[in-house]
Structure formats: structure tokens, C-alpha cells
């Protein structure tokens, strides 16, 4: 199904590879067809939860092997996005004898609700995350999805944003697919804020392109031979379609058939599954 121009895959992964802890078909073999027609893989979610190594892990126990460079998270975008909104560093302090002095408070720290993922993305680029007890000293507040979530936090967030602080979300995702059903996403955790405070946030993932775009220049490919493959319309294909770029939808996720087909613009590929669209 996939045409022979196309280099490379950037794949959605909640929808498309797995729901919950079941993967969607035979993993292993579905990667063999993929290596066998030569592609190139990047993997970008807008599942911010876990660290690119998390992903690497799960993706090697469904007999997939893949590096950490090939996944982009929202929770990484977020982090860039954090990262430009924030004031530079701060210089040293240099004592007499020619050391370095700590500079204690009032560094680069924002009020993140998130996971490790969230976390350790915001570190990584040198942003430390405040606790509740510290959040006044927060230049930014960034939300993802956080399955400890508790009102305290939420609280503090909004106090935040309503003093006019950078507000930054890792994607409007309302729900995810598990073998359950849909449960609440990020995304309906960041309208409780929107709601309380009457501010959107500027969204790290998709459907915007910076995650795509991300993924894309790691691979090195030409936007025209690079296809996006996603279970959900409004952020993936959106995604695909705002970065330019070819897309498929697989209905192994979130979004139907007959929501595809009327989609504006229209979309390259429709097929059942991840498996399908490799054939």
C-alpha cells in the first residue's frame, strides 16, 4: 500500500503499535516487512508519560528494536518550548579565589503536572521542576498528563497562569485508547485549566507540526517522501497535513472510517491497521 517514494515512517504509537499493554498485531514481523522495504522509523506520541529509554524498552519487549534518537514525546517539544519561554541563565557567581558560588533560588524553574517522561525532558534541558511548596517561584507552568493528579497541584497551576505566567500543554489529546475504552487524556485535564483560568495554552504536540518536524530532521528525509502513520485525525493527520508531509490513518486507534473519509484535506491512506498499510 505504501507507495515506493516514500523513505520513511514517523509512527503514532498509543493506537497504532498497542492499546494499553496489548500490541496491535505481530509487531516483530510487521518491523521485519518495514526493514525489508528499506524505510526509516521514528516513533513521535504525543504520550509524554515515559522517557525515549521507557519507549525503547517497551518497544524491544514486542520484539521491535529501536534507538532512543528515533523517539520524539511531546514532553521533549514541551521542554524546548519551556526552555525558549524562560529568561537565559543566569551567569556565575565567581568568589575571590576564582570559584564558582552556587546561585540558589531563582534559576530556571517551572510548575510542571506531568510524569517522568515530563520531567525528565524539562531537566534535560536544564529547568528545574518546583514542588507545590516552591511554586511561586515558577516563570512557566507546563501540564501533561499526570495519573497522580490531585486538586493541590491543579490549584497552584491556576493561580499561576492567572498571574500571566508562559502556559504550556503536551498536547490536547482528550483521551487515549486502552483495551477498556477511552479514558481521560491530557488534554481534559488541561480544559479543567483552561476553564478556570480563560487562557489556552501554547500546545507542544500534535497537531502541531513541531514533533513531526523534530522527527523528521533526526531521519533526514525530504518532507514529500516521509509518512505520517496515526490513529487520531484531529492531531496526527492534522499534524501531518499543518507540516506538510503525506499521512495514513490506521483505525486501530481512535478515529473511524467514515470520519476519514470525510476529512478535509483529504487523506492519502486509510487502512485497518499497521499491518495493512505494509502489506
Known amino acids: 500500500m505504501i507507495p515506493s517514494h516514500i523513505q520513511a515512517l514517523i509512527l503514532d504509537m498509543d493506537g497504532v503499535l498497542w492499546r494499553g499493554d496489548a500490541p496491535i498485531g505481530d509487531l516483530r514481523r510487521i518491523f521485519e516487512r518495514i526493514r525489508a522495504r528499506g524505510l526509516k522509523v521514528a516513533f513521535a506520541t504525543n504520550n509524554g508519560t515515559r522517557t525515549p529509554e521507557m519507549y525503547v524498552e517497551r518497544l524491544t519487549s514486542f520484539g521491535v528494536t529501536a534507538e532512543p534518537w528515533q523517539v520524539v514525546t511531546s514532553a521533549q517539544a514541551a521542554a524546548e518550548l519551556a526552555a525558549e519561554a ?11 579565589n576564582g570559584g564558582s558560588a552556587p546561585q540558589g533560588r531563582g534559576g530556571r524553574g517551572v510548575f510542571a ?15 528545574e521542576t518546583l514542588p507545590i511548596e516552591r511554586a511561586d517561584e515558577a516563570q512557566a507552568v507546563v501540564v501533561g498528563i499526570d495519573r497522580q493528579i490531585t486538586f493541590h497541584k491543579m ?39 483552561v476553564t478556570a483560568t480563560g487562557r489556552e ?3 507542544a504536540g500534535k497537531p502541531a ?6 522527527a523528521r530532521e533526526r531521519l533526514g528525509t525530504p518532507r514529500e517522501a516521509t509518512l505520517v502513520v496515526g490513529d487520531r ?8 497535513q499543518a507540516a506538510g508531509m503525506p499521512g495514513a490513518l490506521v483505525l486501530s486507534g481512535v478515529s473511524t472510517r467514515a470520519e476519514a473519509e470525510a476529512w478535509r484535506p483529504k487523506i492519502e491512506w486509510i487502512a485497518e491497521d499497521l499491518e495493512k498499510l505494509v502489506e
Open 86 to 96: 524562560l529568561p537565559p541563565p543566569a551567569p556565575p557567581i565567581f568568589s575571590e
Open 155 to 193: 490549584v497552584e497551576a491556576a493561580l499561576l497562569i492567572r498571574r500571566g505566567l508562559p502556559f504550556i500543554a503536551t498536547n490536547p489529546d482528550k483521551t487515549f485508547p486502552t483495551p477498556r475504552g477511552e479514558i481521560p487524556g491530557a488534554g481534559a485535564w488541561i480544559a479543567v485549566l
Open 233 to 240: 485525525l484531529e492531531t496526527d493527520l492534522a499534524a501531518a
Open 209 to 214: 507540526p513541531t514533533l513531526l518536524e523534530l
Open 201 to 203: 495554552p501554547v500546545y
Open 113 to 127: 503536572i506531568g510524569e517522568i517522561g515530563l520531567m525528565e525532558a524539562l531537566r534535560a534541558k536544564g529547568i
